[in-house]
C-alpha cells in the first residue's frame, strides 16, 4: 500500500501561504505568471517535503533526487520551495522577484540560485533535461557499482519533472519522452499540470489529443489524478500516484494532475489573464480572503510554519549522513572507482597522448574525429556518447562497446550500461538529452548530426551555451563543395550561425 499522505496543520498552513506569496511577488513587480505557481504550490510542496531526497544545506550532493521546473515561466512554483526548504532563498529574494540582480529571476537559472538544477526557459526543454539526467544516473550506475541491482546503489536517484500543457506541445519533450519509453527509463517521473490553459486561451483551440494514450503508447505508465469537487489539487490521491509511480521498475512515469489555474482566485481562476498577468489589488485581497488569511497584510509567512517547512534540513542532513557512511565502504571495497569519481568531480582527466594528424594527410576530418573519440573514450571511461541515426556516417560509435538499452532489449549488443547511445532522429531532443547528462555531473557526452541539422538543436544547443556545460557536438560531413547534394547539405550560413551563439 502507498505511504499516507500524513499531513500536518502546519503543512496545510505552508500551502496556503505559499499561494499568497505566488500572488503577492507578481503583484509588486507587476508582471509575471501567477497562476500555475498559486495552483501548483501543494504539488511542489509536496515533492519537496514528503518524496524528493535533498539536503538544502548542500545542493550539489551527489545522493540527492533531481527537480525540474519545465514550465520555467512559473518559477515562483520553485522558489518559493527553496525559501521554505532553507536554500538560501529569502523573503527579500521572492519581494525583489523578476527584478535585476535578484536570486529570482522571471525564469530559474542554472549556477544562478541554489537548487536549480537547469535553465528551462523554451517549454520542453525541462521534459527532455529530465531525460538526459534519468540516463546518466543509470550510466553511472554502471560505471561505478555495476554488481548492485539498478535502483539500490549509492548512485540511484530519480529526476522529478514538473510540467505543462505548453511543454507537452513542443516537439521536443514528444522526441525525448519517446526515446525514454525505448530506455524504460524508471527512475524519471512526470506530473504534467493539466490545467487547460494557456496564453490564448483554452488549449483547445490546438491541443485536443489524448495526451495518456500517447504517452502509454510511447511506453509510459500513465497516472490520472482529477481535482477535487471545489478545484483544489486531490493531494492524497497525488501522494499515491506519486507512491506508484516511484514503485515502478520496467517505465518512466506520467501522472497527469488535472488543475484549476490560479485557485482558490474568486474572479481568475481558470483565466488565461492568470497565466501571464498580475491578477490586481482587489484579486489578490480577494484570493486571500478566499484562504483565510489577511487581505491587507503582504508577504506573509508565520515564524512556525516557516521553522516547521524548514524541518526538511534536518532531514535532508539525516539522509546525506547515512548516504555518507555508505559512501565510505563503498570506496574503501573499490579504491580504483573512487579514485575514478575523485578525479572526475575534480575535473581532471588522465594524461593523454592522443593521436596526431600531419599535415598532408589525405584524411578526412570525421575520421580523424572518430579516432580521438576512440582514443579518449580508451582512457576516460566516463566518455560515452552517440548519434543521431548517423553513427557509421559521422564515426561517433565507440568500438567494442556496448549500446546503451534496457536489459530487456532484444537489440544486438544491447546493455543497459552500454556506452552508445542511439538517439534516433531525434537532433533537438539529442542536444537537450546531452544537456541533462552534463547537467547530471559526472559524465561526458558527446552527439552527432550533419551540420546542417544542427538547425534542429539550435534551441538546446544556445541553452548548453548559456548553462556553459561541457558537451560535444560532432558535425560533420555537410560542406559547401556538396554541389551534387544541393542545399539540403550545403551549410552557407550555419557555421556563422552557430558562432553568433556566446559562448
Known sequence: MPAALNFTENDYRAITYSRALAADAVQKVGNGHPGTAMALAPVAYLLFQKHIRHNPASPHWLGRDRFILSCGHSSLTLYIQLFLSGYGVEMTDLQNFRTWGALTPGHPEFGHTAGVETTTGPLGQGVANGVGMAMAARYTHGLLEPETPLTQGLFDHRVYVLCSDGDLQEGVSAEASSLAGTQELSNLIVIYDDNRISIEGDTHVAFTEDVSAR????????????????????????????ESAKASTSAPSLIRLKTVIAWPAPAARGTAKSHGSALGAEEVAATKVELGLNPDESFAMPADVLEHARGVKSRGGELQALWQQDFEKWSAAHPERAHL?????????????????????????????????????????????????????????????????????????????????????????????????????????????????????????????????????????????LGEDGPTHQPVEHAAALRAIPN
Not at 500513465?222 to 477535487?228: A, G
Not at 549500446?403 to 552508445?420: C, D, E, I, W
Open 215 to 242: 504517452y502509454r503508447a510511447y511506453g509510459w505508465d500513465v497516472y490520472e489524478v482529477d481535482q477535487l469537487a471545489d478545484g483544489n489539487v486531490d493531494l492524497t490521491a497525488l501522494n499515491v500516484a506519486i
Open 341 to 481: 569519481l575523485s578525479r572526475i568531480l575534480s575535473h581532471k582527466v588522465p594524461d593523454l597522448d592522443p593521436p596526431a594528424f600531419p599535415a598532408g594527410k589525405d584524411l578526412s576530418t570525421r575520421k580523424a574525429s572518430g579516432d580521438v573519440i576512440q582514443y579518449l573514450a580508451s582512457v576516460m571511461p566516463e566518455i560515452w556518447g552517440g548519434s543521431a541515426d548517423l553513427a557509421d556516417s559521422n564515426n561517433t560509435t565507440i568500438e567494442g562497446s556496448h549500446s546503451f538499452l534496457p536489459s530487456t532489449s532484444q537489440m544486438k549488443n544491447a546493455h543497459p550500461y552500454g556506452r552508445v547511445i542511439h538517439f534516433g532522429i531525434r537532433e533537438h531532443a539529442m542536444g537537450a538529452i546531452l544537456n541533462g547528462i552534463a547537467l547530471h555531473g559526472i559524465t561526458r557526452s558527446f552527439a552527432g548530426t550533419f551540420l546542417v541539422f544542427s538547425d534542429y538543436m539550435r534551441g538546446s544547443v544556445r541553452l548548453s551555451a548559456l548553462m556553459n556545460l561541457p558537451v560535444t557536438y560532432v558535425w560533420s560531413h555537410d560542406s559547401i563543395g
